[in-house]
């Protein structure tokens, strides 16, 4: 009996030696796997989280594109090829906005009559704006440029691209119209400048990461970068990446201050970016997060100021040009800065120095500006960490 005891308390003492070792090995597992994820999560609070936002077409992709050009491998040739479908549609359904614009405007303008399209080119703009309305585009021939160029090229269509502002005429209009023949050839490749034309509503989220490389080493921190739709119906999916946001990079295109939204034609896109602006400084999940605010598409608002005043957009309404040319242009972006810094220290606490604010005047398609603009981020960003640290 005691012997059969004896030796069941062997076997089972053996069994348990058995599972000690087991157990030991698995222990051994688990604390290796814990470790790596010690050390990525450690590795992952060096990631700063950076999010683009803004409204539609504020240019968050633009700079998206800016800074895998300038931080990562850009765009092979793969890539570059699969701009040419979204290119060729920005061609298509431009003309189409026109044709039918002018159509409109030959109608119902009082001045109806700079809107009607010369006889021999009504056939040619029927036919076209027939292939914009279309799902799928066929690919642009010479053929189909030529009649396109011929369109463009029209006194009516000139006056209704005039008036584009009221008629949801994208940016890259004038830039595609005048590369026609080099966008139909039959081997047709992007340049990174077409790429950076190109017009892609984005749905979604996609984020890339990357090291900013200074002169001749790089600076040490790695960033995340979130690229969102900006359209009304695709903010919904902002929300989930709010947690945890270094730095919010806020695009507002300063230049639309007398456009209304794609997707509200009721609505003023200043308007809407000035609501949108206040909606996000006020998430609390950015009470510590830092605000990057791009005044993009300047070259456009240049340009604009001139001959629009300021003063049709409600929120600018107060606006008194004092100057001309050059004087008048700084004035103008002064005064829209400083609405901007307004409605920031209005929805942000006086004792706030945890987050920091900086505005920058940018335009997207402008690869060095970028740099610099992005440099100057990356620093303020880094003495901000340091900051934190209590380094400095
Ligand atoms: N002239 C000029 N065009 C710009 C500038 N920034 C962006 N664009 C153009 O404006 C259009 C819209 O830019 P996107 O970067 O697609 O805008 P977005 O904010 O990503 O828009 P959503 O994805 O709809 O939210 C593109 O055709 C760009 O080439 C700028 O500073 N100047
Ligand atoms: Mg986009």
Redesign the pocket.
Known sequence: MLSHLSRNMGLLCSRNRHYNEQDAEENAQAAEIERRIEQETEAEKHIQKLL?L????????????QIKLLFQTGFDEAELKSYIPVIHA?VYQTIKVLHDGSKELAQNDKEFTKYVLSSENKDIGEKLSDIGGRLDYPRLTRERAQDIETLWKDAAIQETYARGNELQV???TQ?FMENLQRLSDANYIPTKEDV????????GVVEIQFSPVGENKKSGEVYRLF?????RN?RRKWIHLFEGVTAVIF?A?I?EYDQTL?EDEQKNRMMETKELFEWVLKQECFEKTSFMLFL?????FEKKVLKVPLSVCEWFNDYQPVSTGKQEIEHAYEFVKKKFEELYFKSTAPDRVDRVFKVYR?????QKLVKKTFKLVDETLRRRNLFEAGLL
């Open positions: 683009l803004g409204a539609g077409e504020s240019g968050k992709s633009t700079i998206f594109k920005n994208p940016d890259c830039y950076l034309y190109a017009r892609v509503r984005t749905t690229d969102v739709g900006g359209q695709e695009c295109a230049s794609f993009n598409k300047f070259d456009i940018t335009t997207a398609l402008d």
